[in-house]
């Protein structure tokens, strides 16, 4: 579960831009002593993933709804399946209802892909994780999405670990200099490389994580090879369902992709409400 306080004003940013001045809908139609209850269902299969930030969303908007789980994050749910309900004020229900499902089916969707794929490579050492491919301002909820789908987080931006690019490798002047201009920089220190000779090139310099950019898997197989435990491998570029398995019996120990951030499809979920009687 993350804490509150870093998610909190990512829910007051989407809830101003979507109410701005108020919901003149529910103010026009709704009587203001109006009381319902709504339940979120689940309309297809699929890992939950944001019902913390959805409650988040509901008490923001009325500190005075009263929310039930009938699920978790990181649950496996069949279409149809209840994952919380919300009592209380209908306007402020209908108010907060669409941003709590945005988030809910956006992170779902990423929960749900991470597992797909993350199933696809099961029973090898390999292990799914994500890249900074983020939804800007998202980020941090997207990671904690993936980890709910059961992959694993990479950096969580710049400031965390070092990454050499080809982009710094050209700046650097080669992968040594690279290495060694950043040596005293943090504990993490990976470095991207294209071919086997730069692989060679990477561990002679002393190199502990090393990212295979799109390499096939008879080259990533030739690449755990040489490398022989002496460094981590993660594999990158190019992973798709058709190639993942491959990739993962090559003997890396990461994969790594942007998809199931930054375009996996929503997970359909609905927001059904019933009325009670006014007060």
Not at 2 to 26: F, H, K, N
Not at 85 to 99: C, P, Y
Not at 103 to 125: D, E, M, N, Y
Not at 130 to 153: E, F, S
Request: glycine content about 10%.
């Amino acid at each position: 579960m993350l804490p509150l306080s870093s998610y909190e004003d990512i829910v007051l940013l989407a809830l101003s831009e979507d109410i701005g001045a108020g919901d003149i809908t529910s103010e026009s139609i709704i009587p203001e002593g109006q009381m319902a209850t709504a339940d979120m269902i689940a309309k297809d299969d699929g890992v939950i993933s944001g019902l913390d930030v959805a409650a988040t969303v509901f008490g923001a908007v009325d500190a005075g709804l009263d929310i039930t789980f009938h699920a978790q994050d990181g649950d496996r749910v069949k279409k149809g399946a209840m994952l919380l309900s919300v009592s209380g004020s209908a306007r402020s229900i209908l108010v907060a209802e669409r941003t709590a499902l945005n988030f809910v089916q956006q992170l779902s969707g990423v929960a749900t892909q991470t597992a797909r794929l993350a199933g696809l490579i099961a029973g090898t050492k390999a292990k799914l994780c994500d890249t900074r491919k983020t939804v800007p301002g998202m980020r941090i909820l997207q990671k904690y999405a993936v980890t709910c789908g059961g992959g694993v987080n990479h950096r969580m931006g710049l400031y965390d670990a070092v990454l050499i690019k080809d982009n710094h490798i050209a700046v650097a002047g080669g992968i040594k200099p690279a290495l060694t201009a950043v040596a005293d920089r943090a504990e993490k220190i990976e470095i991207e490389v294209d071919t086997l000779d730069q692989l060679r090139e990477a561990l002679e310099a002393g190199a502990k994580y090393i990212l295979l950019d799109n390499m096939s898997p008879d080259t990533m197989r030739e690449a755990v090879a040489i490398t022989n435990g002496r460094a981590v491998l993660e594999a990158s570029g190019g992973i798709t369902d058709e190639t993942i398995r491959a990739v993962a019996e090559s003997g890396v120990d990461l994969i790594s992709t942007g998809w199931i951030t930054h375009s996996p499809p929503a997970l359909d979920i609905g927001l059904d409400i019933r009325l009670q009687s006014p007060r």
